[in-house]
């Protein structure tokens, strides 16, 4: 059993940057594989970034890729979503997730793959 609580959300105006965070509980973060998802109002939750166990694989979407940077630090049983150069259309829910019994090198895009989820953190990009 894993815990995440994302942080790291707010307001921002739009060509800024924010970076979240998901702390993760427990002493086995680095068997887990990641993720963070977002959901816009009206919209389906999808996956902006996904990082392997190894961390050494990662996938963004289309809408994100260059702009934002996933990365974790198993040390600090931590995951960032470093976010730059921000849109209105980014505003969403983002949550972190996390897939327990992942090969090493995997990286999973889809919602029904992960176990464990984070209550969310709110970004809004303003104009």
């Known amino acids: 059993q894993v815990q995440l609580v994302e942080s790291g959300g707010g307001l921002v105006q739009a060509g800024g940057s924010l970076r979240l965070s998901c702390a993760a509980s427990g002493r086995t973060f680095s068997s887990y594989a990641m993720g963070w998802f977002r959901q816009a109002p009206g919209k389906e939750r999808e996956c902006v970034a996904a990082i392997s166990r190894s961390g050494g694989s990662t996938y963004y979407a289309d809408s994100v890729k260059g702009r934002f940077t996933i990365s974790r630090d198993d040390a600090k049983t931590t995951v960032y979503l470093q976010m730059n150069s921000l849109k209105l259309e980014d505003t969403a829910v983002y949550y972190c997730?996390?897939?327990?019994?992942?090969?090493?090198?995997?990286?999973?895009?889809?919602?029904?793959?992960?176990?464990?989820w984070g209550q969310g953190t709110q970004v809004t990009v303003s104009s």
């Open positions: 997730a996390a897939k327990a019994g992942s090969i090493w090198m995997y990286v999973h895009l889809r919602e029904r793959e992960y176990d464990y």
